[in-house]
């Protein structure tokens, strides 16, 4: 099983319209040098709409670089995807995807410190960006969603730099498995999946809020 990963760049992003006009920060762009990663992220980087990303469970998105060859090959004509970033991640890195990383995972970057919280939920915003009404529909036909990270420890860390497992709560639930129970029809849970699932400390509260509605109906 994998356990670590390259850091092929860093990327953060300034708030700027889309085609449409909206406002978001998705637009990220590789930083040179030593990044500070704080509680809230990495220095530099914003999130335009603070009701759906940011804070300390959406402190930092990794997107594996592992995709890009997949994304290039289908929808050759997105410009974004011809380098680091397109995702709206801060972290992007060769060696992890969403089968490898587990909730609750804790992984040391540089000498920060970070924590698998919860998978990436594609929006529309990802659409606009993208310039292609079809990507949330594809992204959770193959769960290629990317994830985030809380931060449990302030520190920094450069592009080059190795993205290590160093803690493992449970096996039970990987990105994946989570992304698709939550988001994919064609994925129907087991009996005491739901309440396995909503019981993992390391959840974070938007995606317990959508385990705990299921649960209800």
């Not at 530099?44 to 804070?55: C, F, I, K, L, N």
């Not at 009996?191 to 649960?215: E, F, I, R, Y």
């Amino acid at each position: 099983m994998t356990r670590s990963a390259k850091v092929i760049a860093l990327c953060v992003g300034r708030p700027a319209p889309l085609p449409g006009g909206k406002i978001s920060s998705i637009d990220k762009h590789a930083v040179e040098g030593v990044v500070r990663i704080g509680r809230l992220g990495l220095d530099a980087d914003t999130q335009s709409d603070r009701e759906h990303h940011g804070g300390k469970h959406m402190a930092v998105h990794q997107y594996p670089a592992d995709h890009y060859r997949h994304w290039c090959e289908n929808i050759p004509e997105v410009e974004p995807l011809a380098r680091p970033g397109a995702f709206g991640e801060n972290i992007h890195a060769t060696g992890l995807t969403e089968t490898d990383v587990f909730i609750g995972d804790r992984l040391r970057l540089g000498t920060a410190l970070l924590e698998v919280s919860m998978g990436r939920q594609p929006c529309s915003t990802l659409e606009q960006h993208f310039q292609r009404k079809d990507m949330v529909r594809r992204i959770i036909a193959n769960h290629r969603c990317g994830w985030y990270y809380r931060v449990l420890e302030e520190g920094s860390a450069q592009a080059g730099d190795t993205l290590d497992l160093v803690e493992r709560a449970q096996l039970r639930w990987n990105i994946d498995r989570v992304f698709a129970l939550l988001f994919d029809p064609a994925s129907e849970p087991r009996p005491g999946d739901l309440q396995d699932l909503v019981s993992l400390p390391a959840l974070a509260p938007a995606w317990k809020a959508k385990v705990t509605a299921k649960l209800r109906n």
